[in-house]
T-cell receptor
Framework: DTGVSQDPRHKITKRGQNVTFRCDPI?????LYWYRQTLGQGPEFLTY????????KSRLLSDRFSAERPKGSFSTLEIQRTEQGDSAMYLC?????????????FGPGTRLTVL | GESVGLHLPTLSVQEGDNSIINCAYS??????FIWYKQESGKGPQFIID?????DKRQGQRVTVLLNKTVKHLSLQIAATQPGDSAVYFC???????????FGSGTRLLVRP
């Protein structure tokens, strides 16, 4: 257990529905990342927060995706009008500003299945 | 473009032997090269990193080698144990970025 928690661990939804995932980073970590991972592939970067500011977004993050970190602590990732191609594991990671960018602490992920 | 790839999808080794996992990268401007381990049902776990101005770094039972001439990264695990069974990803951080760019992974199987 890295100390990063994600909720829910599994989500099954029908195409067209909206879903929201939550990430609680390690408490003193002010950097927070979202990644998406499909079966057999490495995680793909989605977005990055430093405190409450969203500093970087991937081209993968279409208009249907939005992420927030309103108080610089927990973060949410919302997917609107889900599509079958959104089925994946959504991973959250965090790190302290005092450590290397290389060492990110990952949560267990939320597995999304879109029917 | 930015890409990190791996030579072999699966590596099977005998318990106690040394393992070598290889990776090729294409972005010469990356500052860091990193190895992560992912066990089934868990998120990736940091193993070791190496800065672009180094060619070797050692950790506990692991060594990472960086060959910038041929853009090659390797992870050596000494005395491989059953607990080392996992998928291993190489990753890089491009200069002036914060994100990890992962390759597709190598599955390490340790035979008893």
């Amino acid at each position: 257990d890295t100390g990063v928690s994600q909720d829910p661990r599994h989500k099954i939804t029908k195409r067209g529905q909206n879903v929201t995932f939550r990430c609680d980073p390690i408490s003193e970590h002010n950097r927070l990342y979202w990644y998406r991972q499909t079966l057999g592939q490495g995680p793909e970067f989605l977005t990055y927060f430093q405190n409450e500011a969203q500093l970087e977004k991937s081209r993968l993050l279409s208009d249907r995706f939005s992420a927030e970190r309103p108080k610089g602590s927990f973060s949410t990732l919302e997917i609107q009008r889900t599509e079958q191609g959104d089925s994946a594991m959504y991973l959250c990671a965090s790190r302290s500003g005092r450590t290397s960018e290389a060492e990110q602490f990952f949560g267990p992920g939320t597995r999304l299945t879109v029917l | 473009g930015e890409s990190v790839g791996l030579h072999l999808p699966t590596l099977s080794v005998q318990e106690g032997d040394n393992s070598i996992i290889n990776c090729a990268y294409s972005n010469s401007a990356s500052d860091y090269f990193i190895w992560y381990k992912q066990e089934s049902g868990k998120g990736p776990q940091f193993i070791i990193d190496i800065r672009s101005n180094m060619d070797k770094r050692q950790g506990q039972r692991v060594t990472v080698l960086l060959n910038k001439t041929v853009k090659h990264l390797s992870l050596q695990i000494a005395a491989t144990q059953p607990g080392d069974s996992a998928v291993y990803f190489c990753a890089e951080i491009p200069g002036s970025s914060y994100k990890l760019i992962f390759g597709s992974g190598t599955r390490l199987l340790v035979r008893p």
